[in-house]
C-alpha cells in the first residue's frame, strides 16, 4: 500500500537533520549559495528537501516554525502525468520517482506540478531534472526515507497513508493548538507527505489555494497534442542548448563559475 | 526498487534525441545521462544505525539544533555526519536538549557551553572563530590592546603544540601573547581572588542575615555563563541564590576600563579588550546587553567590558598561525596592576575549586584568622564525582554546609532537591553551592583542547592534577585575601569589597529567561 | 597557491582545440573542464583538527589497523571520518593499539573485543555480519538448529527495539529465536553455572596444592576471549594462572553435538550451533582451531564447536529483518536439557559477575554448606570502578583474596604488578581474579546495542542493575550448584567436575602469541 | 624551500588513515572495484594514493610490509617537462601540479613518468589526467599533505627535502636494520617523497631499475619536435575522441557501465 510521511510542525525544533540525511543518502553536496535551511532555504536541484526558517505572529509575540519541504509525492501526481517519456512514475510504494536515463528534458513536469518542486540542472552541462525521490530504494526495502529516519525531535510519522492521515486527523481533533487542517489530504488530489501545524499553513508559506481536483486530470486532457508539442520542444532543447544554458549563466550574478 | 505502475513505453532520451535528428549531440548526450537504468539518488551512505527497517526505532540520532545567530558556537553541515554524539552531550551530559517542550517559542534553548563542540567527531561544530577581529585589532596602532587568560587555559594550551595533557604553560603563554602584540597581558585569576572578596563578602552577609528576604541561603556561584544561563532558563525562582558578582572575566573587562584606564591614562574607547577563556559561553556572556559597566561608569554605555574572547583552541591556532612554537618560548610575567594571583585563584579552573577558594577566605573573614592546614587541601570538594558535599566547621558561625557540582546534569539533582525543600518549607540543606557548567569545571571547558573524543576524565584529571599543583607547589599564596594588588585595587579605586562602586562594575542582575521556553516537567 | 615557476604560455585546453578546428566539440569540452584556473585536488574537506599549520601535532587522529581477514570486525572505508575515536577505545581503553613497537611481524594486533565498533560514530567499523550463514541454516531443512544466548543479551536486547536501556526481555528473546525457527534454544547461563562448577573445582584444586608447580594461584578466569587473547599477546608468562576452562559458550557449543545430539538421538555433523553474544570476540573464538573438541569427540575433526556467532545488534537486525516486534512477544521458555540457570550464572554478564558467583560455589564446596548472606551480595566486587577487590573469610580455608578487572587498561594494573611480585618472588597477593576485556563487563561488551555514543557509564549502569536484579529477584536459585540440569550432566555423562572427559571437552589450552609482536616495554 | 616527505616504511602499521585523508581532502570516491588498501592496491585516476600489502620473507619468517604509494614529486619532473600545455608544473614549494583547464589531454606525461603516476580518467566522458597534487593548497599554506596529517603510527617526517634527506640518511645509519639506502634521493634525478626501508625496495614493489638522470633530460631533447607531434596527436585525439573512448570501454570486461 502507498506510504505516508506526516510532519508535524510543531515538534520540530529545526536542527536540520533532516537536510543532512538527505544529502548524505543521496550523495549530494552543500553549497552555501543555496542554503538547505534559514529564511532563504529554498528547493533545488542540489537541495532535495529544506527547512524555511518562518517567525510568526502569534498570540502576543513571535514563535518560531520551521517547515520540512521535500516533493509531496501527489497520489495522482501532475509531474508524472505530465510525463511522456515516463521518466516519472508514481509508484504503488508511494515516492513519485525520477528515472534519469528515459528523462528528454523537456520540462513539462516542471510546468505540471502544482508545488513547484522539480528543478532542473542549470549549473550541469547536460541538465536534467532533479526531485526528492522520497528515499525509494528505501522505503521499497521498508525503510523510512533518510530524512525521517533521523529526526531527533519525532517530527515524522512513516507509515500507510490512510493510516497516518487518520492518526493526523486524530492528533489535532484531540488538541484544540492545531489547525483543523491536515495540508496534504486533498490538496492537488491528496499527497504522501501530510502537514500538521499550530500556525495556519498560508503563514508558513504553504501554498493554500491549491485545488482539491488532482492536477493530472489537467493535464491529461493538455497531453494529448504531446507528440506534437514535444517534437518542437524537443528540437528547440537540442539545437539550441547551449544557447539557454548560456544565457541563464549569463542572467546569474555569480561572474566566477561562468562556464563556456 | 521495484516500479509497479504498467510499464513505460521506453522513449529514452538517447532515442529521442536521435528521432529529432540531433545526432551529433546525441551521443555525448546519452553517455552523461548514462545507461544505468535506476532511478535518481540513494548513491551515498547513511551511519549504519539509520539503515534498518524504518518501524525500529534508532537508538543515538539526529543532532541537536544551533541558531545560526549563536554567538558561541557554529556548525560546518558538510562535515555533520548526523552520529547523534552531540545529542549525547546536550542532552544528557548538560540536559539542555531535550528538557524543553514543543513547540519552541522564539530561541534556539543552548546555555553556549560547547561541550557539544568537544563530542562532535569531525569537529563540524566549532567555537565560533573571532581570531580575524583579534588580528584587525593588534593590527590597528590606534588600539590598547589587552588580554587576559583565564585559570583553566594554562594546564591545557600545551596540548595543541604536542605537550601531555596537563602540562602547565603559565608563563608560555603569556609570552605568546606578548609576542603577538598584546599590549598588557592580565591574569584573570586575579579577578577571581577578587570575586572570592565580593562573593564572600555576600556569603557573610547572606549567612549573618543582613540580606534577609532578598537574597537567601545557600549562595549559588555565578562565575560559569552555562550554568548562568541555564539556571535563568530552566529554575528562575532559584535565582535569587546566585551570588550577584559577575564572572572574573568579565570583572577583569569592568577594571580595564575604569581602573586600568584611569592608572595609565588610557580612553578607554581606545582599550580593545580580548580574554582568552576555556570557555565558548564566555563569548555569549560578553555580548550579554548589560555587561557594559565600564561604559555606562564612564558614559560610554556602547563600550563592551569585554571586546572578544577567544577560546584556548583559538588562541592555539592563532599562535600556530603566527608561526609561534610555544613550546620553545622563555617564560614570561604578567604585567603588573591585574597580574597577581593566589593559587586560591587558580583553583578556579578546577570543579570544587571556587568552593575551596571561598572557603579560605570565608573563614579569614569571619575569624580574622587564616585557615588551618586541613582547609587548604579540601579533598572532599576535589575530584570528578558529580555531586560532592562538605561540612566544615568554622569557629563562630558553627557548621557550614557546601556542595558542588559540576555538569549541569548533576547540578538537576541539588536543584530539583532544593526547589523540594523550599515548597515544603525546609530549610537550607547548604550554605553555598557550587555550580560548574562543564565536567571536571573550565579545564573541561567547552573552549578546551580536544586532547580525548569525546572528553576523557583521564584528560580532564591530568589537568586538575596540575591546577592543584600550581596552588600548592608553585604560587607563593594559596589565600585570595593576601592578594596585594587586589588590596591596592580596593585601596586606590573601590574601597571596600561590596562598595557601591563595587556594587555598579563589579556585580549583575539576572534574567527569567523561563518565558523563551517551556521547560519539561521533571520526572 | 601560488604558482612560482616562470609564467607558463598559457594554451588553453579550448584553445588548442579551437586551433585544431574542432570547434563543435570545443565548447563541450571546455565546459566540461571547467573555467577554474585551480589547480586539481583539494575540493573536500577534513576534520579540523587536520587543518592546522603541519608543524605541529594533532592530538587525535587517525585510526586503528583493521586485519581484511579480522573474524569478528570488519571497516567501511567510506563512512571512515579519520576522527580517531577507535583509536580512543584501542588505544586508552583497552591498551592494545600503541602497546606494539614496530616494524610489525605478520599480524595485525587486535583482541576483537570490538569496544571500536562501540565508539565509531558512523558505524564505520561493525561486527563481521553473518546473519545470512544463520538465515540460510534455519532454511536448511536438513540442519536441526540449535541457539544458545549469552547471560548479558537479555538486559540489552530491547535497547534496539526501542525500550530503555537495561530493560528485561529474557523471555521475549527466547519467543523471537522460536519464531525464527531455531529447533532448540538453550542459554548460556547453564553452562555458566557448569563453569562454576569446573572453574571453582580447579580453584579449590590450586588453592589446595594439587596443582603445584603446574598452575599456581592466583587463578585468573578465562571466559572472556579478548581477555584470554589479549593475555596471550602481552602476557604470556602468566599464561599458567588462566584457569583451563573453556568459556561458557564453547562449553555449551561441545555439548551440544555430544551430549544433547546423544540424548535426542541426532547425528552432531546434522547439528548447526549458532551463539546469540554481546561480543565480537567470541566470533574469533568460535574460530580457533582448537575449538573442535566435539567433533574430534565423535571423530569428525572438521566439526566447529560452535558454528556461527551473532552479536547482539545482529540479531536485532535478523529480527527486524523478519518483521518481528519483539516488544510485542509472548514470553517464552529455554528448552530442557541445557535451558537451567541460576543468579549466579546470570550475573557473569556484569564485572565482579564471575567472581562472584564463583565465591558463592567456592563457599560450598569448600565448607559442604551454602554461603551465608552476606556473600550473595557481594558489593565491593560490583559497579563500573576499574579494578577492585576484596578479601573473604572461608571457614577452613581462611582469608581469600580476589580482585577484578574490566577493561584491559585496568587489567595491565593487576598483571604488571603480579609480574613484578613474581620477579621479586613474593608470594601471590590474590587467589582468584576476574578478568574482563570489556568495561563493565560483558554487558557492555563490543557487540552490544550502541545505545549511547560511546558507551555510556549510565546505560551500562542501568543493565547492570537489571543483571543483579535477575539474579536477586527473578531466578529461583542463585548458587550454581543448585542447577538440576548441571547436577543432571554430570551424572548422566561427565562424571564429576575436572572429570577426564570434562577435561576432553570443557577445558582448553592457551598459545603464546607473543612472537607474533613486539610487546612494548611498560613505562 | 622545497618540501619533501620521509616515509618509514618500518613504521606503517597498514591502517590506512592516509588514503582516507586523501579520498576526503580531494572530494573522491572508494571504490570496490579499485581498493586503495591489500594486495591489489593500484594507484588510478580515482586512488591519488594508495597503501600496497606485501609479504615478504625475512630472517626465519615473513613479515608484513605496507607501502604508501603515490606521486613522488620529482624535482625535475618529468611529467612537466612533456607538457607542453603546461598543464602539469613543477613549483618550488614542491608538489608537481596538475592544471585541469590547461590540459589538452594528449597524455604525453603518462608517457613521460618512469614511476607510471598519471592517470587517465577512462570511465569519464571528457577525461583528464589525474594524479596526487601533494595537497599543493595545502602545502602553500604551511600545512602538511593530506595523508601525512593524520598518520597515527608516526610513518611521515614533512619538512624541507634537503633536511629530511639529512634525518633519513642519519636514521639508516644510525639502525643497522635498515636498507643503506634512501629510496627517492637520487632516483630519475631525486624525489619529494623519501623512502626508508628495513626490506629491500625491489621486494616491496618498487621500481629499482630508474637511473639517476633526471628523464626530463631526454625528454627536453624529445620536446623539440613536440610543436608538429602535439598538433597531429591534438587532431587525432579530438577527431576521433568517441572511437577512442569506446574501444576502452569496450576492452574492458566491466559489461555493466558501457556508455554511448
Known amino acids: ?260 | 526498487m521495484e516500479n509497479r505502475t504498467a510499464k513505460p513505453k521506453t522513449v529514452s532520451r538517447r532515442g529521442f534525441l536521435k528521432m529529432l535528428g540531433g545526432v551529433s549531440l546525441t551521443g555525448v548526450a546519452a553517455s552523461i545521462a548514462g545507461c544505468s537504468q535506476d532511478p535518481a539518488g540513494g548513491k551515498g551512505w547513511l551511519p549504519q544505525q539509520y539503515q534498518v527497517a524504518s518501524s525500529w526505532p534508532v537508538q543515538v540520532k539526529g543532532r541537536i539544533p544551533i541558531d545560526p545567530n549563536n554567538p558561541s558556537i557554529v556548525r560546518d553541515d558538510k562535515k555533520c555526519i548526523l552520529c547523534g554524539q552531540c545529542i549525547e552531550a546536550c542532552e544528557r551530559v548538560q540536559t539542555v536538549y531535550g528538557y524543553y517542550e514543543t513547540p519552541i517559542k522564539d530561541d534556539i534553548t543552548c546555555v553556549n557551553c560547547g561541550q557539544c563542540t568537544l563530542w562532535c567527531p569531525t569537529a563540524a561544530i566549532t567555537e565560533r572563530d573571532e581570531i580575524d577581529k583579534v588580528v584587525r585589532a593588534l593590527e590597528d596602532k590606534n588600539l590598547h590592546v589587552v588580554v587576559q587568560t583565564a585559570p583553566a587555559t594554562r594546564v591545557a594550551l600545551g596540548e595543541e603544540f604536542g605537550l601531555p595533557p596537563g602540562s602547565i604553560v603559565e608563563g608560555k603563554q603569556v609570552a605568546a601573547l606578548k609576542k603577538l602584540g598584546f599590549d598588557a597581558v592580565f591574569d584573570t585569576n586575579f579577578t577571581a581572588d577578587l570575586t572570592i572578596m565580593e562573593e564572600g563578602t555576600e556569603l557573610v552577609r547572606r549567612v549573618a542575615g543582613d540580606l534577609k528576604g532578598v537574597k537567601p541561603l545557600p549562595q549559588f556561584t555565578s562565575c560559569s555563563p552555562g550554568w548562568v544561563k541555564f539556571c535563568e532558563y530552566f529554575y528562575p525562582d532559584l535565582l535569587e541564590h546566585m551570588s550577584s558578582c559577575k564572572s572574573p572575566q568579565q570583572m577583569l573587562g569592568a577594571l580595564v576600563k575604569t581602573y586600568y584606564a584611569k592608572e595609565k591614562g588610557i580612553d578607554p574607547e581606545k582599550i580593545f579588550s580580548v580574554s582568552i577563556m576555556p570557555c565558548t559561553a564566555k563569548k555569549y556572556e560578553c555580548n550579554r546587553p548589560e555587561m557594559n559597566d565600564a561604559g555606562k561608569h564612564v558614559g560610554k554605555e556602547k563600550l563592551r567590558d569585554v571586546d572578544v574572547v577567544l577560546t584556548t583552541r583559538e588562541l592555539a591556532r592563532l599562535i600556530k598561525m603566527k608561526g609561534i612554537d610555544l613550546t620553545k618560548l622563555e617564560d614570561a610575567q604578567y604585567d603588573p596592576l591585574m597580574g597577581e594571583s593566589t593559587g586560591a585563584a587558580v583553583i578556579f579552573g578546577a570543579t570544587g575549586g571556587v568552593m575551596e577558594a571561598a572557603v579560605r577566605s570565608a573563614y579569614f573573614l569571619i575569624t580574622k584568622q587564616n585557615p588551618p592546614e586541613a582547609l587548604l587541601n579540601l579533598t572532599p570538594v576535589r575530584g570528578l564525582q558529580g555531586v560532592k558535599e562538605a561540612s566544615l566547621e568554622i569557629p563562630g558561625v558553627g557548621q557550614v554546609n557546601v556542595a558542588i557540582s559540576h555538569g549541569l546534569s548533576n547540578a538537576r539533582k541539588l536543584l530539583d532537591q532544593l526547589r523540594e525543600d523550599k515548597k515544603q518549607g525546609k530549610p537550607p540543606r547548604y550554605h553555598f553551592i557550587e555550580f560548574m557548567s562543564c565536567p571536571g569545571g573550565c579545564i573541561s571547558g567547552g573552549g578546551q583542547p580536544r586532547t580525548s573524543l569525546p572528553p576523557s576524565d583521564q584528560v580532564r584529571q591530568a589537568r586538575l592534577n596540575s591546577i592543584y599543583q600550581i596552588d600548592a607547589k608553585i604560587y607563593k599564596k594559596r589565600l585570595s585575601h593576601e592578594n596585594q594588588e587586589v588590596a591596592m585595587l580596593y585601596q586606590k579605586f573601590l574601597e571596600k569589597p561590596n562598595s557601591h562602586l563595587a556594587e555598579e562594575l563589579l556585580h549583575t542582575e539576572y534574567v527569567d529567561r523561563s518565558k523563551t521556553l517551556t521547560a519539561k516537567k521533571n520526572g
Open chain 1, 1 to 260: 500500500m502507498a506510504k505516508g510521511v506526516l510532519v508535524d510542525i510543531t515538534k520540530c525544533v529545526g536542527c536540520g537533520s533532516c537536510t543532512v540525511a538527505c544529502k548524505l543518502w543521496n550523495d549530494m553536496k552543500f553549497s552555501e549559495k543555496e542554503p538547505t535551511m534559514g529564511p532563504e532555504a529554498k528547493l533545488s536541484a542540489n537541495n532535495w528537501t529544506v527547512v524555511r526558517f518562518n517567525e510568526v505572529k502569534k498570540e502576543n509575540g513571535k514563535v518560531w516554525r520551521f517547515v520540512k519541504t521535500q516533493c509531496l509525492h501527489c497520489q495522482d501526481a501532475a509531474c508524472a502525468s505530465a510525463c511522456f517519456a515516463k521518466a516519472l512514475q508514481k509508484t504503488k510504494d508511494g515516492p513519485v520517482i525520477y528515472y534519469p536515463h528515459l528523462c528528454v528534458g523537456c520540462r513539462y513536469c516542471m510546468i505540471a506540478c502544482p508545488f513547484n518542486v522539480p528543478k532542473y540542472e542549470w549549473d550541469k552541462t547536460f541538465p536534467l531534472v532533479s526531485k526528492c525521490q522520497m528515499c525509494s530504494t528505501k522505503v521499497a526495502k521498508g525503510e523510512a526515507p533518510a530524512c525521517v529516519s533521523v529526526c531527533p525531535a519525532g517530527v515524522f510519522k512513516y507509515g500507510e497513508r490512510d493510516e497516518i492521515l487518520k492518526e493526523a486527523k486524530a492528533t489535532i481533533a484531540r488538541d484544540s493548538k492545531y489547525v483543523q487542517e491536515v495540508y496534504g489530504e486533498k490538496q492537488a488530489g491528496g499527497t504522501s507527505w501530510l502537514y500538521i501545524s499550530d500556525v495556519p499553513f498560508e503563514q508558513l508559506g504553504f501554498n493554500t489555494k491549491i485545488s482539491s481536483v488532482p492536477v493530472s486530470t489537467y493535464s491529461h486532457n493538455f497531453l494529448k497534442y504531446t507528440p506534437v508539442v514535444a517534437v518542437s520542444w524537443g528540437i528547440i532543447l537540442t539545437g539550441l542548448y547551449h544557447y539557454t544554458k548560456r544565457r541563464n549563466e549569463i542572467s546569474k550574478d555569480s561572474g566566477k563559475n561562468v562556464k563556456l
